[in-house]
């Protein structure tokens, strides 16, 4: 699977996993990693499956937790990810990612 993932979306995942492992315990935390990949693999296939934003993004919610993969579509590099936002946190404390360098490849 090929993506790109903001370094700050790859923290929001892992603080976001941590913090279910040390709050819900080790099989919550590993559904919301398998959660994470399913929701990936998904917008990877069809990145125009996602709702469309005004600014172009597209946002996937996960289905169990409140967290959204907020994603510009990149034919040439896959999704690429900005953030993994709480769903009932500031929303769109994140655009500011979307200005920033060239894209790394995630596997």
């Known amino acids: ?10 923290k929001e ?3 976001a996993a941590v913090y279910y492992l040390h709050n819900a315990g080790h099989t919550v ?18 990145q125009k499956l996602a709702m469309q934003h005004v600014n172009g993004l597209r946002s996937f919610p996960f289905e169990h937790f409140p967290f959204t993969v907020i994603y510009e579509e990149n034919l040439e590099l896959g999704p690429l990810v900005f953030a993994i936002a709480h769903q009932k946190r500031e929303p769109g404390y994140w655009q500011s990612r979307i200005q920033e360098p060239e894209p790394m490849l995630k596997a």
């Open 29 to 46: 935390a590993e559904a919301f990693l398998a959660e994470y990949e399913r929701v990936c693999d998904l917008i990877i296939n069809n």
């Open 1 to 10: 699977m090929i993506h790109w993932l903001h370094p700050d979306a790859e």
């Open 13 to 15: 995942l892992g603080d």
